[in-house]
């Protein structure tokens, strides 16, 4: 079983900035890949960004280009979601899963396991 846990949300002005991470730990999650998904109020989840399990291939979704940006670092089984430009409608909870295959996907249904989720609110 792979346990994640994502930290760093909070309550953040637009145009500000919040890193998001993503802790793994339990059974080994060499081989995984991660994503981010994000679900706002009485919307459904929707995709964010993912990598891969070398970070060497990231996808990320088009209303988030050029201001989110996703990274790992293996050694501390963490991937992070660098989140900048934020704008009131990125206020979402925003949770990590992991899939036990290398590449990336952009589908909930491609993942595994999934983070509790941390509360991002952009303030106006």
């Known amino acids: 079983q792979v346990q994640l846990v994502e930290s760093g949300g909070g309550l953040v002005q637009a145009g500000g900035s919040l890193r998001l991470s993503c802790a793994a730990s339990?059974?080994?999650?060499?081989?995984?890949?991660v994503g981010w998904f994000r679900q706002a109020p009485g919307k459904e989840r929707e995709f964010v960004a993912a990598?891969?399990?070398?970070?060497?291939?990231?996808t990320a979704a088009d209303s988030v280009k050029g201001r989110f940006t996703i990274s790992k670092d293996n050694a501390k089984n963490t991937v992070y979601l660098q989140l900048n430009s934020l704008k009131p409608e990125d206020t979402a909870v925003y949770s990590c899963?992991?899939?036990?295959?290398?590449?990336?996907?952009?589908?909930?249904?491609?993942?595994?396991?999934w983070g509790q989720g941390t509360q991002v609110t952009v303030s106006s």
């Open positions: 899963a992991a899939r036990s295959y290398p590449m990336p996907a952009t589908m909930e249904k491609n993942y595994d396991y």
């Open positions: 339990g059974r080994t999650v060499n081989g995984y890949a």
């Open positions: 990598i891969s399990w070398s970070g060497g291939i990231t």
